[in-house]
């Protein structure tokens, strides 16, 4: 629970508490107004660590309902589904008088309020920042944007592929002699919602000790500027304007995918300790001592004079051969799954990445939590709800008085 100022009720104190504990953000409420992924996939941890999020879409849904294939067995949109557990789901219309005294009740009594409308966008509605920080001053009151709230990017839509390409990412990303191509995921939109996450966490123990309130804001573009580290630096630091290398690394090599006898392996020889046991399983030891190849420097700027000299012995080996006789070694090594095979292969290693997610037949599979913790586990309560699913009760708890702790929604759960 977050500490507040002993004159003050905070909006945790007007509603009943969670059952169960042991999960730091329980007592937690977040008003989620915001939907597609950024912000989704924010709630999402935040909810698996204990907030109670309350989802607010419009009669048509969060965008990713519709976004098929692939579809669960049960219809439902995958793309929905992954990011959208441990929530409870209301329909509001704002130009519904009622519907909009809800939506405006809920801000202010939230802990936190994160949504991603275009900037402006709620403030005919009354919840904007400012309006939402004038009735509930301890808000933690988060808002995502594809190029910020001020000057020219404020005018634009915040999507993912644009984002890619005007920041830099796409010009990376692809063969040197062939076209740009985004990433395989909204790369920034999971940037953007984790740096949201972070930003909240920040913003509500800086509250726990002062009391206060504030706005938080993360942008696709902003994420994308610190997000792609290396590369931007090496502009900002070094004046270089990177491009696309296919699979290769700019500073590092070998560090890319290499050809064997049958597939493709990746091979992460970062530094001179693995370039050297590398050279030695492939029985060229000599290489690692040959000057032109001693430092990793040398064998970056060299790689056109290394390359075929590690692709002749590389064609000697399978590929599973080299990931067994490498990673025995310490040469950090592995085949290019697909996505099956990836999870098959988390699988294997015991990280259990499937979970159930809600009970009994209302149980779905999901994605695990990303962290584990010594003393809690991340909760799988809520499957992700259908559109509207929770829109009575979450009402009737709106309409009782604030300061009670009677009612038993939306915080209480069933176990």
């Avoid at 809690?376 to 009760?393: D, N, S």
């Avoid at 009402?395 to 038993?408: D, E, F, N, V, Y």
Wanted: net charge negative; with cysteine.
């Amino acid at each position: 629970m977050s500490q507040h100022h002993p004159d003050q009720t905070s909006a945790a104190d007007a509603r009943p508490q969670q059952a169960g504990g042991g999960l730091p953000l329980e007592g937690i409420l977040i008003a989620d107004f915001s939907r597609v992924l950024a912000g989704p996939y924010a709630t999402m941890l935040l909810g698996d660590l204990g907030a109670e999020v309350i989802k607010v879409e419009n009669a048509g849904g969060d965008d990713t309902r519709t976004w098929v294939p692939p579809r669960r067995p049960d219809g439902v949109s995958t793309y929905y589904a992954a990011i959208n557990r441990n929530k409870k789901s209301i329909v509001l219309d704002f130009k519904d008088a009622e519907d909009l005294a809800a939506a405006q009740a809920l801000a202010q009594r939230a802990d936190v309020v994160i949504e991603n409308f275009k900037p402006g966008g709620l403030k005919k509605f009354g919840l904007d920042y400012d309006a939402v920080a004038e009735s509930n001053p301890q808000v933690i009151y988060s808002s995502i944007t594809g190029f910020g709230t001020e000057g020219e990017g404020a005018k634009y839509p915040g999507y993912d592929l644009i984002v890619q390409a005007m920041s830099g990412l796409m010009s990376l990303t692809g063969s040197p002699d062939g076209p740009p191509y985004r990433a395989g995921i909204s790369v920034f939109d999971v940037m953007a919602g984790l740096h949201s996450t972070i930003g909240i966490l920040a913003a509500l123990r800086q509250r726990d000790r002062t009391g206060d309130g504030t706005h938080v804001e993360a942008s696709l573009m902003a994420s994308a500027m610190s997000g792609l580290v290396n590369q931007t630096h090496a502009y900002v630091g070094g004046g270089t304007t990177p491009m696309r290398m296919g699979n290769a690394h700019p500073s590092l090599y070998p560090y890319e995918a290499m050809p064997t006898a049958d597939d493709d392996v990746i091979i992460a020889a970062g530094n001179n300790t693995q370039f050297s046991r590398l050279c030695t399983v492939l029985g060229i030891p000599e290489i690692a001592q040959d000057e032109r190849f001693a430092e990793v420097g040398d064998r970056t700027d060299r790689r056109d004079e290394l390359r075929p000299i590690l692709e002749a012995e590389l064609a000697k080996h399978t590929a599973q051969e080299l990931f067994e006789k490498l990673n025995e070694v310490g040469v950090p090594c592995g085949p290019i799954n697909t996505i099956k095979q990836g999870v098959e292969y988390a699988e294997a290693l015991g990280l259990k990445p499937v979970v159930q997610v809600g009970s009994g037949e209302s149980a779905v599979p999901g994605v695990r939590h990303p962290l584990s913790f010594n003393t809690m586990t991340p909760r799988y309560e809520l499957a992700p709800p259908e559109l509207g699913e929770h829109t009575e009760e979450i009402k009737a708890w709106l309409k009782q008085p604030a300061s009670t702790r009677s009612g038993q929604h939306p915080a209480e759960r069933t176990h």
